[in-house]
C-alpha cells in the first residue's frame, strides 16, 4: 500500500518528499482540483518520484476533460487523475474513453485514474461501482474513491469498511488497481490496511485535520510508519 500525499505548491512539495506519490492538486478548486502546469512541472522537476495531478471534479465535458488530461500529461505527472460529477454510465464511458485516449496514444506508461464519489447520492454523481467496470472496460488503470464534498466526513462514513473491501477485490478481478482517499485519518489506517488499496490518498490527515492548512513532514512520516 503506498502513501500519496496531496501538496498545493513547491513549499509542500518539499514537505512530502517522505511520501511514495506526491499528487499535485488546488484544494480550493474542489476534492480533485486541477492545479496549474507550470506548478506540477516545478513539482516533478524537484521531488524526482512519482507524480499525480488532479485535474478536476468535471461535468459531462468530454472534451475539455480529455484536453485537461493531455495538458497534465505533458506537463509531467506520471497519474492523471479524474473525478466524475455527474451521472449516467454512457456518459461515463464517452468521458473516460476520451480521457484515456488523450493520455495513452502519446504516453502509454503514464497512469489513469478514474475517480467517483463515496458520497455520490449527494454528489448526484455515478457510483464507484457504477463507474469501476467502465472504467476497466475503457482502459484506466485505476479505480479511486474519494469524498466530493470536503465537509470533513471521510469516506467512511458513506462507504463502509465491507464495501470498501468488496470495491477493492471487484477492482482486482477486473485488472484496475484501487486507490481510497477523502477525509481519511489517522484512526482509518488499521482498517486501510485490511482493506488493502494499492494506493491511499491523504492531504487533511497530514495537514493536522485541516486540509487547507500546510502539509507537515512530521505526519506524512508517522503515516507511513502507521502504513507499513
Same mark, same amino acid.
Given at each position: 500500500m503506498q502513501l500519496l500525499v496531496s501538496p498545493s505548491s513547491i513549499t509542500e512539495a518539499k514537505n512530502s518528499t517522505a511520501a511514495d506519490i506526491i499528487d499535485v492538486k488546488k484544494p480550493s478548486e474542489g476534492s480533485l482540483g486541477a492545479n496549474f502546469p507550470w506548478v506540477i512541472r516545478e513539482i516533478k522537476e524537484y521531488v524526482k518520484k512519482p507524480v499525480s495531478a488532479a485535474i478536476g471534479d468535471f461535468d459531462f465535458k468530454p472534451g475539455g476533460a480529455a484536453? =485537461?488530461?493531455? +495538458?497534465a500529461a505533458h506537463a509531467g505527472a506520471d497519474y492523471i487523475k479524474i473525478g466524475l460529477a455527474f451521472e449516467g454510465k454512457n456518459e461515463a $464511458?464517452? %468521458?473516460? +474513453?476520451?480521457?484515456v485516449r488523450a493520455v495513452k496514444d502519446e504516453f502509454p506508461e503514464k497512469y489513469v485514474v478514474i475517480a467517483a464519489y463515496s458520497d455520490f447520492e449527494?454528489?448526484?454523481?455515478?457510483?464507484?461501482? &457504477?463507474?469501476?467496470?467502465?472504467a476497466a472496460e475503457c482502459g484506466a488503470d485505476f479505480a479511486m474513491v474519494d469524498t466530493g464534498l470536503k465537509d470533513r466526513q471521510s469516506t467512511f462514513a458513506f462507504m463502509d469498511e465491507k464495501a470498501l473491501r468488496s470495491f477493492t477485490e471487484e477492482n482486482r478481478k477486473l485488472g484496475l488497481g484501487t486507490a481510497l482517499a477523502g477525509s481519511l485519518k489517522f484512526e482509518d489506517i488499521d482498517a486501510l490496511k485490511r482493506i &488493502?488499496?494499492?494506493?491511499? +490518498?491523504? $492531504?487533511g490527515?497530514?495537514?493536522?485535520? &485541516? $486540509? =487547507?492548512? =500546510?502539509? $507537515?513532514? &512530521? %505526519?506524512?512520516?508517522?503515516? %507511513?510508519?502507521?502504513?507499513?
Amino acid at each position: 500500500m503506498q502513501l500519496l500525499v496531496s501538496p498545493s505548491s513547491i513549499t509542500e512539495a518539499k514537505n512530502s518528499t517522505a511520501a511514495d506519490i506526491i499528487d499535485v492538486k488546488k484544494p480550493s478548486e474542489g476534492s480533485l482540483g486541477a492545479n496549474f502546469p507550470w506548478v506540477i512541472r516545478e513539482i516533478k522537476e524537484y521531488v524526482k518520484k512519482p507524480v499525480s495531478a488532479a485535474i478536476g471534479d468535471f461535468d459531462f465535458k468530454p472534451g475539455g476533460a480529455a484536453l =485537461t488530461a493531455y +495538458g497534465a500529461a505533458h506537463a509531467g505527472a506520471d497519474y492523471i487523475k479524474i473525478g466524475l460529477a455527474f451521472e449516467g454510465k454512457n456518459e461515463a $464511458r464517452e %468521458l473516460i +474513453g476520451a480521457v484515456v485516449r488523450a493520455v495513452k496514444d502519446e504516453f502509454p506508461e503514464k497512469y489513469v485514474v478514474i475517480a467517483a464519489y463515496s458520497d455520490f447520492e449527494r454528489m448526484h454523481a455515478i457510483s464507484p461501482f &457504477d463507474m469501476a467496470p467502465i472504467a476497466a472496460e475503457c482502459g484506466a488503470d485505476f479505480a479511486m474513491v474519494d469524498t466530493g464534498l470536503k465537509d470533513r466526513q471521510s469516506t467512511f462514513a458513506f462507504m463502509d469498511e465491507k464495501a470498501l473491501r468488496s470495491f477493492t477485490e471487484e477492482n482486482r478481478k477486473l485488472g484496475l488497481g484501487t486507490a481510497l482517499a477523502g477525509s481519511l485519518k489517522f484512526e482509518d489506517i488499521d482498517a486501510l490496511k485490511r482493506i &488493502d488499496p494499492e494506493i491511499i +490518498g491523504v $492531504r487533511g490527515m497530514v495537514c493536522g485535520g &485541516d $486540509r =487547507t492548512a =500546510t502539509v $507537515r513532514e &512530521d %505526519l506524512i512520516k508517522k503515516a %507511513l510508519a502507521m502504513i507499513r
